[in-house]
C-alpha cells in the first residue's frame, strides 16, 4: 500500500480501469469519498485508511522517526549538511544530512554547536540519522579542491580542526552515543570511536578505508585503533 501511493493511488486506478483490470470496490468507494491514499501525514504523525476513516498507525515506543520530529518543529539548530534535534526525552540527536552524509564543514561546526547545547540543556547527545548509510567519510572533493590549489595551509588547518572536533566528543560532559548502520566509513569511524558507546545495528560496515585512495586516516581513527589494541 505504500508502493501504490508513491506510484499515485488515484492515477494508478484510473490506468488499471482503462487497461481492463479489476480494481477493488473498497478502493474505488475510497476515492470516491475523496481519500486519495491510503497513509496520511499531519504534524509528524502516519495513519492508514481503514473502514471509512484514518486510525493512527500504532507503533512501539520506542520507534523514532527522525522526520516526523522535525515535522513537529523540534530542529533546535541546522545548516546545510547536518540539524539538532530534540527527541522529547531530554536528548538531542545530531543528524548528518549532507550527500551522502559526507563530513564537512557544516557537520564540523554543528558538532561544536550540538555539544555546547546538550552539555547546557540536555542529558546527552545521540549522532545517528535515518539516511541509507550512517556516514561514508569526509568530503574527499573539498580535500582533493584544496590539494589541487596548493592550499595545504587550509588543509593543515581542517585535519586540525577535525581532530579537535573528535577531542571534544571524547571529552564532552555529557555522554556521547554513536548510532553506527549501514556505511560507517572513514571519518564515519572517526565520529564514531570517540563516542562514550557505539550502538550499531547488524547490518554495519565500519572501517578505515582512506589508504584505498592513497591517504591517511587524520580525524583521530588511528589513535583510537591504537587504543584499543593496547
Known amino acids: 500500500f505504500e508502493i501504490w501511493d508513491a506510484i499515485g493511488l488515484k492515477q494508478s486506478v484510473e490506468k488499471m480501469a482503462e487497461e481492463g483490470e479489476t480494481v477493488p470496490h473498497w478502493v474505488q468507494s475510497m476515492i470516491?469519498?475523496?481519500?486519495?491514499?491510503?497513509?496520511?501525514?499531519?504534524?509528524?504523525?502516519?495513519?492508514?485508511?481503514?473502514?471509512?476513516?484514518?486510525?493512527?498507525?500504532?507503533?512501539?515506543?520506542?520507534?523514532?522517526?527522525?522526520?516526523?520530529?522535525?515535522?513537529k518543529g523540534n530542529v533546535i539548530k541546522k545548516n546545510g549538511g547536518s540539524s539538532l534535534i530534540d527527541l522529547g526525552d531530554g536528548v538531542a540527536c545530531l543528524e548528518f544530512t549532507s550527500q551522502n552524509?559526507?563530513?564537512?564543514?557544516?557537520?564540523?561546526?554543528?558538532?561544536?554547536?550540538?555539544?555546547?547545547?546538550?552539555?547546557?540543556?540536555?542529558?546527552?547527545?545521540?549522532?545517528?540519522?535515518?539516511?541509507?548509510?550512517?556516514?561514508?567519510?569526509?568530503?574527499?572533493?573539498?580535500?582533493?579542491?584544496?590539494?589541487?590549489?596548493?592550499?595545504?595551509?587550509?588543509?593543515?588547518?581542517?585535519?586540525r580542526q577535525f581532530q579537535q572536533t573528535m577531542g571534544r566528543v571524547r571529552y564532552s560532559k555529557k555522554p556521547v552515543v554513536a548510532a553506527n548502520f549501514g556505511m560507517t566509513l572513514g571519518g564515519g569511524v572517526e565520529v564514531s570511536l570517540p563516542a562514550a558507546r557505539l550502538q550499531m545495528a547488524s547490518e554495519t560496515y565500519m572501517g578505515l578505508v582512506e589508504?584505498?585512495?592513497?591517504?591517511?586516516?587524520?580525524?583521530?581513527?588511528?589513535?583510537?585503533?591504537?587504543?584499543?589494541?593496547?
Not at 470516491?32 to 507503533?59: C, L, M, Q
Open 211 to 230: 589508504v584505498g585512495v592513497g591517504l591517511i586516516p587524520g580525524g583521530g581513527g588511528n589513535k583510537e585503533l591504537y587504543q584499543r589494541l593496547l
Open 32 to 71: 470516491a469519498e475523496g481519500n486519495e491514499s491510503f497513509y496520511k501525514k499531519e504534524n509528524g504523525d502516519r495513519s492508514y485508511y481503514h473502514h471509512g476513516s484514518y486510525t493512527p498507525v500504532i507503533e512501539n515506543e520506542k520507534v523514532i522517526h527522525l522526520s516526523g520530529l522535525k515535522e
Open 101 to 159: 552524509n559526507a563530513i564537512g564543514p557544516d557537520i564540523i561546526m554543528m558538532i561544536h554547536q550540538a555539544l555546547d547545547e546538550v552539555e547546557k540543556n540536555y542529558e546527552g547527545l545521540v549522532i545517528g540519522n535515518q539516511g541509507k548509510n550512517f556516514c561514508v567519510g569526509a568530503n574527499l572533493m573539498l580535500i582533493l579542491m584544496e590539494a589541487q590549489d596548493d592550499n595545504f595551509f587550509e588543509l593543515d588547518m581542517m585535519v
